[in-house]
C-alpha cells in the first residue's frame, strides 16, 4: 500500500521561509518522477514544483527562483524549500508521484496523493 505524508506546513510572516517534507511508504522516489501542487480555497488545485528521475526540475513563473523542489534518495523522501514566502502562497500543499519517470504539471496524471499539510502566510 503506497501512502505520501508530507510535514512542515505551518504559519509564517511574508518574507519567510518554510520546507516541506514528504515522506514515502509502498513506493520508492529514486525511479519516478513527484511533484508538489497546492489549492486555496474555492481554487483549482495548482501546480507548484516537480522533479523527474534524473533530477530534473520544473516551477511555474509564480514560484521560481523562491521554491526548491529536491529528492533524498537514503530517506526516500521528496522536499519542498519556499523561500521569500507572500501571502498568495497560502495553500493547502500536497505531494504526489507518478509511475512514470516524467514530470508532468497536470494534477491528473499522478497517481498517489499525500493528504495535504496547511501552509499559512502572513502579510
Request: proline fraction near 2%; include cysteine.
Amino acid at each position: 500500500q503506497v501512502q505520501l505524508v508530507e510535514s512542515g506546513g505551518g504559519l509564517v510572516q511574508a518574507g519567510g521561509s518554510l520546507r516541506l517534507a514528504c515522506a514515502a511508504s509502498g513506493l520508492t522516489f529514486n525511479n519516478r518522477a513527484a511533484g508538489w501542487f497546492r489549492q486555496a480555497p474555492g481554487k483549482e488545485r495548482e501546480f507548484v514544483a516537480a522533479i523527474n528521475w534524473s533530477d530534473y526540475t520544473y516551477y511555474p513563473e509564480s514560484v521560481k527562483g523562491r521554491f526548491t523542489i529536491s529528492r533524498d534518495n537514503a530517506k526516500n523522501t521528496v522536499d519542498l524549500q519556499m523561500n521569500s514566502l507572500k501571502p498568495e502562497d497560502t495553500a493547502v500543499y500536497y505531494c504526489a508521484a507518478r509511475k512514470s519517470t516524467y514530470y508532468s504539471t497536470k494534477y491528473l496524471e499522478y497517481d498517489y496523493w499525500g493528504q495535504g499539510t496547511q501552509v499559512t502566510v502572513s502579510s
